[in-house]
Nanobody
Framework: QVQLVESGGGLVQPGGSLRLSCAAS????????MAWHRQAPGKQRELVAT???????DYADSVKARFTISRDNAKNLVYLQMNSLKPEDTAVYYC????????????????WGQGTQVTVSA
């Protein structure tokens, strides 16, 4: 069974930094893209950053130049370094991965973590 587990959330003052981590565990063939999403209270979940298997990255306009997504393929980890945090970054952050399962390596299945709360407040 494949699991994604996030860590690193918490309370931080405006202008501060946090680093989120997400670890994929279980038995699978490989991981395709990994991404971070977030959902603020009363709002729809939005894509924050993506890291493809080919090494390219993409960011939401609202976090460009402040957030950095990185990936450790050997350890099946993805990180989100968040700098210059703003109150509007407050949300539950979710890790997402497209995973090729052992039984069907040509098919990519979508997996989600349980989320980690990030609160930016003075």
């Amino acid at each position: 069974q494949v699991q994604l587990v996030e860590s690193g959330g918490g309370l931080v003052q405006p202008g501060g930094s946090l680093r989120l981590s997400c670890a994929a565990s279980g038995s699978f063939f490989s991981i395709a893209a990994m991404a971070w999403h977030r959902q603020a209270p009363g709002k729809q979940r939005e894509l924050v950053a993506t890291f493809t298997s080919g090494g390219s990255t993409d960011y939401a306009d609202s976090v460009k130049a402040r957030f950095t997504i990185s990936r450790d393929n050997a350890k099946n980890l993805v990180y989100l370094q968040m700098n210059s945090l703003k109150p509007e970054d407050t949300a539950v952050y979710y890790c997402n991965a497209g995973i090729r399962r052992l039984g069907s390596p040509t098919r990519i299945s979508d997996y989600w973590g349980q989320g980690t709360q990030v609160t930016v407040s003075a």
